[in-house]
């Protein structure tokens, strides 16, 4: 049974940092490209990050670059999203995601991704 598991979300003020994990389990991570994305409430969901399978390619929206940073440990199975200097247009459902094989041409798009976790809320208060 294929399972992404987020945690780490929670309240935090503008100018704070959060980590989120997704766990994967089910099938074989390290072949799959990850990627975190959002929905803010009344919003469609946008990609924020995705990484290779072997972490040498990363890409980041325009929003987040520089603020947050994508990682991934092949050996536990687990995604990571470190965010720092937050803003309270951060806030959103965040969500990971697995796509077969190599990240496609357009990383940040959600069309194509075979699996996705259920989410963790991220609220910032200013």
């Known amino acids: 049974q294929v399972q992404l598991v987020e945690s780490g979300g929670g309240s935090v003020q503008a100018g704070g940092s959060l980590r989120l994990s997704c766990v994967a389990s089910?099938?074989?991570?390290?072949?799959?490209?990850m990627g975190w994305f959002r929905r803010a409430a009344g919003k469609a969901r946008e990609g924020v990050a995705s990484?290779?399978?072997?972490?040498?390619?990363?890409t980041y929206s325009d929003s987040v670059k520089g603020r947050f940073t994508i990682s991934r440990d092949n050996a536990e199975n687990t995604l990571f999203l470190q965010m720092n200097s937050l803003k309270p247009e951060d806030t959103a459902m965040y969500y990971c995601?697995?796509?077969?094989?190599?990240?496609?041409?357009?990383?940040?798009?959600?069309?194509?991704?075979?699996?996705w976790g259920q989410g963790t809320q991220v609220t910032v208060s200013s």
């Open positions: 089910g099938f074989t991570y390290s072949w799959y490209c």
């Open positions: 990484i290779g399978r072997d972490s040498s390619t990363t």
């Open positions: 995601a697995a796509d077969y094989g190599d990240c496609p041409s357009a990383p940040l798009s959600d069309y194509g991704y075979d699996y």
